[in-house]
């Protein structure tokens, strides 16, 4: 496919864009803006100025201009974003307040109401909490939204003038009935407050959102006319640039959050709440386990001792599988699965000397890869089975990581040459939206073709799996016993 594509991942720590020259099918830029969540807001809040990810967008792409990048010659974007923010919009397009974020747990007491209310579990996480929250709390901004959206729609609202919500990242709504791909008329209606004339009209790709507009040119510099593509949630455009966008492969992300997720023909419905029924960005679906304790937990560890990654690492990897004892239950922000919102984490085994950053980072890496591994097992319930796992995400990088995802999962660890998957997945989507312009069949899988490869894989050692079998137990054993699992 001729020219350039760009993918952008609007995440929780950074935003990461790449550049892909669809005639040599290779990305031949990239870049990225880290930033922090919003300082001392009470007990569970997590929220982030929408301001913050628009000028990360901007200085991402003047980074891949100084590399070289000609943005006239882009010929479209697509945009993946961390799923389940709510950002609130005024009828004139102003930001109303900060985006309460999918790791805000003070919204836990809304969820249970309205799971209540609904009559099925609705995750704290789910931008459905964060609504009523707004609504309860602070009428005054209720009163003056004009419009629901998530994170990577109001990039794309920034990019177009066009108020959206892409259905994949929509049906982490908690107001969406998957299998119809729509908005839950009924629970709509329930929420109250006018809620249904605040969101947006659905797309889903391939239709485009549009193109750029004369405005969203002079934002970010991209060409005006270039196509925007629907984009998506970051673990929907993950499953695209890691290839999982028919049912076989299942990918494990370790960033901020952890995730597992694989593609299926159909909606799969957890009774529970656990593993979430997600629609994907193709026309699919997407059940997925989520934790919100992955690298936020090892980076605790690294800015504690002011180490980094490489040295750590080092030194974490001639510590024993199993810590020798010590268990790291990682809750440290809440939880959504084990549902255990208002948690905290738990150190058990604690024994002289362990006060020591190899030992704490391991089990960092070892506690966050087991409460993984528990979610899995329901994955596994529901029909999702594990046979190879594609690992993408920030802590995929880390090889000790992924001997010990190998070791207690008990199965192949494969990585993937490009690792920013969700970018990669903007760039593709973008593309395949363009081929279905002109041939509404065009295959997906064609478009990835030669961009999505996969590298090394780690197999999982006898040893370590027989460890870790052990370790598992305990673990369980201690989600009993501290937290009533
Ligand atoms: N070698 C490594 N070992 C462990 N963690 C790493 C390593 N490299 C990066 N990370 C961590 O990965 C995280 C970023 O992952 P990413 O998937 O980009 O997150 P998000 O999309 O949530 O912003 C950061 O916390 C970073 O410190
Ligand atoms: O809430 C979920 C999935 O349901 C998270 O996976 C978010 O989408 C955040 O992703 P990262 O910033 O960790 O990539």
Redesign the pocket.
């Given at each position: 496919m001729r020219g350039l594509w760009l993918g952008l991942d609007v995440?929780?720590?950074s935003t990461k864009a790449l550049v892909v020259d669809g005639d040599a099918r290779r990305v031949v830029a990239r870049a990225s803006v880290a930033y922090d969540l919003i300082a001392g807001l009470p007990e569970g809040a997590a929220e982030q100025d929408p301001k913050t990810w628009a000028d990360a967008v901007v200085a991402c792409l003047r980074q891949v201009s100084d590399q070289g990048v000609d943005l006239s010659s882009v010929r479209g974007v697509g945009v993946s974003g961390?799923?389940?923010g709510l950002v609130l919009l005024d009828a004139a397009g102003g930001v109303v307040r900060p985006a309460k974020l999918?790791?805000d747990t003070a919204t836990a007491s809304e969820a249970a109401v309205l799971s209540e209310r609904f009559g099925r579990a609705v995750p704290t996480?789910f931008t459905a909490s964060k609504i009523l929250w707004v609504q309860e709390h602070e009428p005054e901004n209720w009163a003056k939204t004009a419009t629901v959206m998530l994170p990577h729609d109001y990039i794309n609202f920034l990019l177009t003038g066009r108020r959206t919500m892409e259905v994949g990242d929509a049906s982490?709504s908690g107001l969406f009935d998957p299998v119809a791909r729509g908005f839950n008329g009924r629970e709509v209606e329930l929420m109250g407050g006018g809620v249904g004339d605040r969101l947006p009209e659905l797309v889903e790709a391939p239709e485009p959102v549009g193109a750029v507009s004369a405005a969203g040119s002079s934002w970010c510099g991209l060409p005006a006319g270039a196509l925007v593509s629907a984009g998506g949630?970051?673990?929907m455009m993950s499953a695209i640039g890691s290839g999982a966008t028919t049912p076989g492969p299942v990918v494990l992300?370790l960033?901020?959050?952890g995730?597992v997720f694989a593609c299926a023909d159909r909606a799969v419905i957890d009774p529970d709440g656990l593993i979430?029924p997600f629609c994907d960005s193709t026309g699919r679906y997407l059940p997925?386990l989520?934790t919100m304790n992955v690298t936020g937990v090892t980076e605790e560890v690294r800015e504690a001792f002011g180490m980094d990654h490489g040295a750590l690492t080092e030194r974490a990897s001639s510590v024993a599988a199993g810590c020798e004892g010590l268990l790291w239950l990682p809750f440290l922000a809440g939880e959504r699965v084990p549902d255990l919102p208002t948690a905290s984490g738990t150190l058990t085994g604690m024994r002289h000397g362990w006060l020591d950053p190899a030992v704490l980072f391991r089990a960092a890496i070892e506690g966050t890869t087991l409460n993984l591994a528990w979610g899995a097992k329901r994955m596994a319930g529901l029909g999702v089975s594990i046979d190879a796992v594609r690992v993408v995400?920030g802590g995929s990088k880390n090889a000790l990581w992924r001997q010990v995802a190998a070791d207690v999962f008990g199965v192949p660890v494969v990585t993937l040459e490009e690792p920013e998957s969700?970018a990669l997945g903007g760039a593709i989507q973008a593309m395949w939206t363009e081929a279905c312009g002109s041939d509404v069949s065009a295959d997906l899988g064609a478009v990835g073709e030669g961009l999505i490869r996969t590298g090394g894989e780690v197999e999982p050692s006898a040893s370590g799996v027989a460890a870790y079998a052990g370790v598992y137990e305990r673990y369980c054993g201690a989600l009993a016993r501290v937290y009533g699992v």
């Open positions: 995440g929780t720590q961390q799923q389940h999918w790791c996480g982490g949630g970051d673990n992300s960033g901020t959050s995730t979430a997925l989520c995400g969700a």
